[in-house]
């Protein structure tokens, strides 16, 4: 018990460092790195905008048409009167005729506009290292936001699995969890959120970035923009369905320590148990509940979160905004997004508690069996420990948002696109 203990300990202490020393030891290195991404997407809206207008294609191609003609005839005079033998000599035109090519090349390259966007993300050598970096700040935020709040989704899976003995709030389920079981209890299942969520936050996160910015490659940035909100759900629905497939069977095994005391010793015993007894397919049991209340919460959290954003920074100069500024309106753009998620998640959240509480009938189907406890739990309770998760979720996603994007900004993951 000690040793699982340490271990849990020791996973939240390295995600935690990990943590610190991206913050505070990384970030100063790239922050002159994110100003110089800012300005380069500043002349990328610049440059669309240009392009962007109807009758300019033809009149750029002409005047380019005449600026080669005057470049070439200053160009040849310019090496003609520089010669130092006589400008009416031959050897005169033939050293301007051999330096015109190159200097007009040199010109006209500075003058034609090149787009900062290429069509094809696939094209980009940078691709994987910017995309791992996306992955790794959601790993590091979601492991360590949900290890964090552990102590209190304990008592939300207390009330949601046995409303009646654990019915005095939050604060009121703490002291009767200390006082049945000891304060170690707070901190169980603690090894598979850890984990778990590690794993899930790199896929919902580096997956999101990544489909994301494929849709707008893919529809144009013009288009991307009236459909802004179809991207947000659509990218965060995939992204986060791969992310359950792999967070189902820590969330199965963190869901028996919690809700069954003496189920196991923890991470590794849990998964142990459960396989033995069911098989793999008892760590898939609960995959139907937790899609349901993971994907409608990761695409409100994500498409409101993105909203709040946008219109925060219609009253804020995001150019001009200091670092602390930015993490504030993070947080309170994803405050707003938890609690919207979670208004949005909690029925299917109670019954993935459900029905990982223990196995099912002999015979009974994982359909039956979600519409078996659907039924008897019903709407009212469905809704059983919500102002828990109201305070976890909510707090949670806030500081999730917030400690997401000062990841980011600590690897230097700033190459992204906006829509708005």
């Not at 850890?194 to 994301?212: H, S």
């Not at 947000?232 to 189902?248: F, H, K, M, T």
């Not at 820590?250 to 809700?259: D, G, Y």
Request: with cysteine; aromatic share 8%.
């Amino acid at each position: 018990m000690f040793i699982t203990r340490a271990i849990s300990v020791t996973n939240f202490i390295v995600a935690t460092s990990a943590l610190s020393f991206q913050v505070c030891v990384l970030y100063p290195w790239h922050k002159q790195l994110d100003e110089d991404f800012e300005a380069l997407k500043k002349e990328h809206l610049r440059v669309l905008d240009t392009i962007k207008r109807g009758a300019d294609g033809a009149v750029v191609r002409k005047d380019t048409s005449i600026s080669i003609i005057v470049l070439a005839t200053h160009t040849i005079s310019s090496a003609v009167s520089s010669s130092p033998v006589s400008p009416s000599s031959p050897s005169s035109l033939v050293a301007a005729a051999e330096l015109v090519p190159q200097q007009i090349s040199q010109q006209i390259s500075q003058q034609i506009p090149k787009p900062a966007m290429t069509t094809s993300l696939l094209a980009k050598p940078n691709d994987l290292a910017l995309y791992s970096r996306y992955a790794l700040a959601g790993a590091v935020c979601c492991s360590f936001t949900h290890a964090i709040l552990t102590p209190i989704d304990i008592v939300k899976t207390r009330i949601q699995v046995d409303p009646l003995a654990y019915n005095l709030g939050v604060s009121g389920g703490l002291r009767q969890v200390v006082a049945t079981e000891g304060a170690g209890a707070l901190a169980t299942g603690l090894g598979p959120t850890t984990v778990g969520y590690f794993l899930q936050g790199a896929l919902k996160f580096g997956g999101y970035e990544f489909l994301k910015t494929r849709a707008i490659d893919t529809l144009g940035y013009e288009t991307s923009c009236k459909n802004r909100y179809a991207i947000y759900l659509g990218s965060s629905a995939l992204a986060e369905i791969a992310g359950d497939i792999v967070l189902c069977p820590f969330e199965a095994v963190r869901i028996r320590l919690v809700s069954q005391p003496g189920f196991g010793r923890g991470l590794s015993d849990g998964f142990a148990r459960i396989v033995r007894e069911e098989g793999i397919r008892g760590l898939y049991s609960g995959l139907g509940p937790i899609v349901l209340k993971q994907v409608p919460y990761t695409m409100a959290s994500f498409l409101v979160y993105e909203h709040a954003l946008e219109q925060a920074y219609k009253w804020v100069d995001k150019s001009t905004i200091s670092s602390a500024g930015i993490t504030g309106i993070n947080m309170g753009s994803g405050l707003i997004a938890g609690i919207a998620a979670t208004l949005v998640s909690q029925p299917a959240d109670t019954i993935l508690s459900k029905i990982n509480k223990g196995k099912g009938e002999a015979g009974e189907g994982t359909l039956r069996r979600l519409w078996t406890i659907a039924r008897d739990t019903g709407l009212r309770g469905s809704y059983a420990g919500i102002r828990a998760r109201l305070v976890m979720v909510g707090g949670m996603t806030a500081l999730q948002f917030a400690v997401y994007g000062d990841i980011k900004k600590a690897l230097g993951a700033t190459g992204g696109i906006e829509i708005k």
